[in-house]
């Protein structure tokens, strides 16, 4: 309601006009000039260029008086700001010292918005501590006709990036239907600049797919998901039943392209992997329970249109039984049980203390966010690791709409859970254990060959001392694989041993997005180690992007992770770029079993080796080298741990 935000590390900060921003890392700009606010626009002269200026003053009329206008061109913590003059195509970003735009498009997401909707709903049904219902809806209103006015039509850095735009017309539609959900309607002006406004972020998006044949990921799956939200709010029409179609087929596509059979990501990060399947979660719902007249026309011919920048060949959508439920969908029977798989995934990479293993980026990015569990468990603390690395609301919300038991430990209250299992649409539901759990079993029996641990063992023992390092951490008391279990996910390349005493993951497989390692880090053979509820090894996270390159760098080199380490070198060349690590050598398991685990990588150009032995006293891990390699003791180098993007906090 005060414009206050805290996103990507920030701190809390009012966005407005002529604000003055602390700077990063000594990096400041001064680029935010102050406005005089009239009620009619002309101040949006100096900004808006002349073919989009009657109609930004026009839509600003509608703005009610003394509403403070929010700057959503400026990076707010370096200060530096974009133009809305400029052509999206022509916007430039991620060449200037401390400049980060992720945070006017963190921003301009308005994944605020649904949260200031629910206020809206909470104050309509009579809960103590809220102002009018109604006071909730206008400040809404305002926030839209404030975005839409001052951010003309691919003019600005928030038309520069599709996802940014597909994410910030769902947030709208959820917000824009809890408002309805409470009994408030807008006047007949508004809805119509809205649905206007929702119409061109879906013909923006169509026209501007971020598709590659081999290594789009999770910005094309927003892509999809902008386009499904808008075709199923606006009415049916040639143009709108192309949306939908098109998007439900990529859909399909794309989870089979971008998730393994074992329900891994196939970016090599944990924190993506909850960011593509919750919107995978959220597309789910919504074609699951598809209204009588969208399942009609996805039932005919669709034809291609000109705004769409990838053809959709003629032709219907088919229909399948959905599993457990006694209706069809256009989602085939497997899509469900890769759902229910990648939930599975999330809660094995969940610790004993509820946050995830930090494998991989984390930028701390969801697609819709509505109060969720962790913020609860956070305290609304955002500097809290729950905030960001706690991903049990993923696990609720793919509970909430598949109709497949996935073996969560317990249940996890969630509030998008809840508008999850309503949108979902039927209430009759009877759950079944996932029907073939192949992947992972064929994956750890192949893997126990008794001989290769023994093999290895015995090559330990005879590799030079300066070729090996054995590190060693001891538990409380007897007893640490007391009830112990295993989940292998080979597909991402991720091995997990727990027992009720201790958890241990291990990175050993794929670069990730089709070998470009966009989001993955030099990792290969790590582990996160949690032994009698002691945190003993720690993934430091991710810290930043584009705007402090050697920071990026640091964070994702073999430096900040427990890995086999050669002194001074890296397994990959990380002068390529910050989302580049293509010569990174891939992970292979030898053994994963009662014994413990196996891996190598040759990323140091001859073999290196970690064992990872689990006893009943101690976990020992030994790392050694082929040809002649000198082993460093593989202790992090200290860096402040990041849980979130931007954010460092002291554990």
């Not at 039509?153 to 735009?165: E, H, I, L, Q, Y």
């Not at 649409?425 to 126990?448: C, F, H, Q």
């Amino acid at each position: 309601m005060a414009h206050r935000f805290d996103l990507l590390g920030s701190g809390p900060v009012v966005v407005r006009h002529g604000m003055r921003c602390p700077g990063l890392n000594g990096y400041s700009y001064t680029m935010s000039p102050a406005i005089s606010r009239d009620q009619f626009g002309d101040w949006l002269g100096r900004g808006i260029n002349r073919s989009n200026r009657s109609v930004a003053k026009e839509i600003w009329r509608r703005v009610d008086e003394g509403y403070v206008p929010i700057d959503w061109q400026i990076d707010f913590k370096s200060g530096f700001r974009w133009s809305e003059r400029t052509w999206y195509r022509d916007v430039g970003f991620g060449n200037l010292p401390g400049v980060d735009v992720k945070v006017p498009w963190e921003l301009s997401r308005m994944q605020h918005l649904p949260t200031l909707a629910l206020a809206s709903c909470f104050a309509s049904a009579g809960f103590d501590g809220f102002e009018a219902p109604d006071r909730y809806a206008r400040e809404f209103r305002n926030q839209i006709l404030d975005f839409i006015a001052t951010n003309p039509p691919r003019f600005g850095v928030n038309w520069a990036c599709a996802m940014d735009v597909a994410i910030r017309v769902a947030n709208w539609l959820v917000a824009y239907d809890i408002i309805a959900a409470s009994g408030i309607r807008f006047d007949d002006e508004f809805d119509g600049l809205f649905a206007a406004s929702v119409r061109t972020h879906a013909r923006h998006i169509s026209a501007n797919l971020e598709w590659s044949p081999t290594v789009r990921g999770n910005h094309y799956i927003a892509n999809i998901l902008g386009l499904l939200f808008s075709s199923i709010y606006l009415p049916c029409d040639k143009e709108t039943n192309t949306w939908l179609a098109f998007s439900i087929h990529e859909l399909i596509s794309e989870v089979d392209y971008q998730f393994h059979e074992d329900g891994s990501n196939f970016e090599g990060s944990v924190c993506y992997h909850r960011l593509s399947a919750e919107m995978v979660t959220w597309a789910s719902a919504l074609i699951r329970n598809l209204v009588p007249q969208k399942r009609v026309a996805l039932r005919n011919p669709v034809r291609w249109t000109q705004h769409l920048s990838r053809q959709l060949k003629s032709r219907a959508i088919e229909f399948y039984k959905i599993p457990g439920a006694q209706r069809d969908s256009p989602l085939p029977e497997w899509f469900w049980e890769r759902l229910a798989r990648m939930a599975t995934f999330t809660n094995a990479m969940t610790k004993p203390d509820g946050l995830v293993v930090q494998f991989g980026d984390n930028d701390s990015g969801r697609f819709i966010v509505l109060g969720s569990g962790e913020q609860l468990r956070a305290g609304n603390d955002s500097s809290s690791p729950l905030w960001s690395l706690d991903h049990r609301s993923l696990i609720a919300g793919v509970r909430a709409v598949v109709d497949y038991e996935i073996g969560m430990t317990e249940e996890i209250v969630d509030p998008a859970a809840l508008f999850l299992s309503a949108i979902r649409g039927d209430t009759g539901r009877s759950l079944t254990i996932i029907s073939s759990m192949s992947i992972l079993g064929k994956s750890y029996e192949s893997n126990t060959n008794e001989a290769v641990w023994l093999e290895l063992i015995d090559r330990v023992a005879k590799t030079p001392s300066i070729s090996r390092f054995t590190s060693t951490f001891k538990a409380n008391a007897s007893g640490l694989l007391d009830k112990i279990q295993y989940a292998a996910f080979p597909g991402i390349g991720v091995y997990v041993m727990q027992s009720p005493r201790f958890y241990v993951a291990v990175r050993c497989g794929e670069i990730g997005l089709a070998g470009l390692g966009g989001h993955t880090h030099c990792d290969q053979l790590a582990i996160e180690l949690v032994i009698d509820g002691i945190t003993r090894i720690r993934d430091p996270g991710t810290l930043i992007y584009t705007p402090l390159p050697d920071q990026r760098n640091t964070y994702r080199s073999a430096m900040a992770h427990h890995v086999p380490r050669i002194q001074g070198l890296e397994p990959a060349d990380l002068t390529r770029g910050v989302f580049d690590l293509r010569d990174c050598a891939e992970g292979q398991c030898l053994y994963f079993g009662p014994r413990g685990f196996i891996g190598r990588h040759a990323g140091y150009g001859a073999w290196v080796y970690r064992i990872v032995a689990l006893e009943n006293e101690r976990i020992v891990v030994y790392d050694f080298s082929e040809g002649n390699l000198s082993i460093a003791d593989p202790t992090p180098d200290p860096l402040p741990f990041s849980p979130g993007y931007g954010r460092t906090i002291s554990v």
